[in-house]
């Protein structure tokens, strides 16, 4: 009888193991209103847009697309009173549940020898790699993105 209860209370334990949710919380990285603007007549760079917000603090830390040979995290900052556009060499910070806009006239995805020209209505796959979540893949609507600063909700 004794053996029997030790027994009962050895699987109990066991099962309260197993059914323990796990102690970490997955990071994760939501992207909305992704948009890469069409290509300009002849030129094969283009600018993407989009809007992050990443469960834990995390950085965006390089953007890949089969649409382009190279994609590059880029800000734009003034020098000599022109604005001029810079690769963010350590990405870019995203903190915990903030809303962070990649928006014309600030930060954005720079594609580089994009393989064939971008039309309204096109789509772009984008790769998005983080520090801590796992990699997103994004479809990225062709067009003009809506204007800087602009909260014209929906
Ligand atoms: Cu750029």
Avoid: W
């Avoid at 970490?24 to 007549?41: G, I, Q």
Wanted: net charge negative; hydrophobic share 40%; charged share 15%.
């Amino acid at each position: 009888m004794k053996y029997i209860l030790i027994l009962a209370a050895a699987s109990a334990t066991l099962a309260a193991c197993s059914a323990q949710p796990e102690n970490v919380t997955l990071a994760v990285v939501e992207a909305t209103e992704a948009v890469c603007r069409p290509t300009p007549n002849g030129r094969d760079v283009t600018g993407c847009y989009v809007t992050l917000t990443a469960s834990q603090g995390d950085r965006l830390i390089s953007v890949a697309s089969p649409s382009a040979g190279t994609a590059e995290i880029h800000e734009m900052k003034t020098e000599g009173g022109i604005m001029q556009m810079a690769e963010l060499p350590d990405g870019l910070p995203l903190p915990a549940g903030e809303a962070v806009s990649l928006k014309p006239g600030g930060n954005h995805i720079m594609l580089m020898q994009v393989k064939s020209p971008l039309a309204a209505g096109d789509t772009v796959s984008l790769t998005l790699t983080f520090e801590k979540a796992a990699p997103l893949g994004v479809r990225a609507a062709v067009g003009q993105p809506a204007p800087a600063g602009g909260h014209t909700g929906h």
